[in-house]
């Protein structure tokens, strides 16, 4: 079982950054792939970012290349998604997740309650 925290949200201006970071406890991060997903007001929950288990390998949605970077730290336990220059089209509810691939909301076993990023113009 694994227990999955996210911190890190709150409200920052266009342009701006936020950092999230994943907090995991139960069974070792490094037997998990990693990604972050967002769903916002009225849409369907999206992939955001992913990293494999040992973190050699990451992917990104489209709308986020270039402005958000995922890393893992698996000694710590915790997952970080740095996100810059934001927009307001990135406002939504982030989550952190954790599966046997890094891409496929289908793949993840486990969730966070996740964290709202707001992003004003």
């Known amino acids: 079982q694994v227990q999955l925290v996210e911190s890190g949200g709150g409200l920052v201006q266009a342009g701006g950054s936020l950092r999230l970071s994943c907090a995991a406890s139960g069974r070792i991060l490094t037997t998990y792939a990693m990604g972050w997903f967002r769903q916002a007001p009225g849409k369907e929950r999206e992939f955001v970012a992913g990293?494999?288990?040992?973190?050699?390998?990451?992917y990104y949605g489209d709308s986020v290349k270039g402005r958000f970077f995922i890393s893992r730290v698996n000694a710590k336990n915790t997952v970080t998604l740095q996100m810059n220059s934001l927009k307001p089209a990135d406002t939504a509810v982030y989550y952190c997740?954790?599966?046997?691939?890094?891409?496929?909301?289908?793949?993840?076993?486990?969730w966070g309650k996740g964290t709202l990023v707001t992003v004003s113009s």
């Open positions: 990293i494999s288990r040992g973190g050699d390998n990451t």
């Open positions: 997740a954790a599966g046997f691939e890094a891409r496929a909301e289908s793949a993840m076993d486990y």
